[in-house]
């Protein structure tokens, strides 16, 4: 079956502008999470959303945001960039329940701010 | 605060010599915990998931175990193909959301031939 597939896989910003990244999940996955990858800092964690809404929230700015529509496709969003935010951008899709916890990464947005 | 540590931060080996990752964790009720294959460049592979203290979990070279304080990745007879960067993480057990995992930061795991 087909994996998570995240758009665009590498694009480079300018500081203050937005970037829009886009997820796609395994067929019939409902939960989607988003991580930030960093040399300095590793795997982060963003948010999380299941059926359209946001479950979770990890300790990032509020010029990071997502949402979910009702096909479980997923976009983050981050304004005002700055050049910190230079990064690999993980989406991950599970099922999102008690009856299955595997979590599937995708190949990851690279995004450049210079 | 959930935590997770991951020893050594690389490792170096020959084909065939045996050897095990180590991943400690603190965390408030465990879930889950995860192990990952990521490649340069790539997302992170999912290898396993462990569930209770005691469990084990098997996949080719590779064996998972897991305690109540900490997880061991054994890779048998490695090869120059696993070659990779071998990361674990926590699950917490939560009101809401399943998603949330707290990563290590990593070993990165060369194997000579």
Redesign the interface.
């Known amino acids: 079956k087909a994996g ?1 597939t ?1 758009t665009p896989r590498y694009l480079i910003k300018t500081r203050g502008q937005q970037v829009t990244l886009s997820c796609s999940p395994i067929s019939g996955h409902r ?3 988003w ?1 930030q990858q960093t040399p300095g800092q ?4 963003l948010f ?1 959303y ?1 059926s359209e809404t946001q ?2 929230k ?1 300790n990032f700015p509020g010029r990071f945001s997502g949402r979910q529509f009702s096909n479980s496709r997923s976009e983050m969003n981050v304004s005002t960039l700055e050049l910190g935010d230079s990064a690999l951008y ?1 989406c ?1 899709s ?1 099922l ?2 008690f009856s299955g ?8 947005s690279w995004l450049t701010v210079v | 605060e959930d935590q997770v540590t991951q020893s050594p931060e690389a490792l170096r080996l020959q084909e065939g010599e045996s050897s095990s990752l180590n991943c400690s964790y603190t965390v408030s009720g465990l ?2 915990l ?1 192990w ?1 294959r990521q490649d340069p460049g ?5 290898l396993f ?1 462990l569930y209770s203290a005691g469990e084990e979990k098997e996949k080719e070279r590779l064996k998972a175990t897991l305690t109540k304080k900490e997880s061991f990745l054994h890779i048998t007879a490695p090869k120059p193909e696993d070659s990779a960067t071998y ?1 674990c ?1 926590v ?1 917490a057990e ?1 009101n ?11 070993t990165r795991l060369l194997v000579s031939p």
Do not use: C, H, W
């Open positions: 998570v995240q939960s989607v999470s991580y590793g795997l982060q964690f999380e299941f479950r979770n990890g993980l991950a599970s999102g329940d916890n595997t979590i599937y990464f995708g190949e990851g | 879930r889950g995860f990952y790539k997302g992170p592979e999912f998931t990361l993480a699950q939560m809401t959301g399943f998603q949330k995992l707290v990563f290590g930061t990593g």
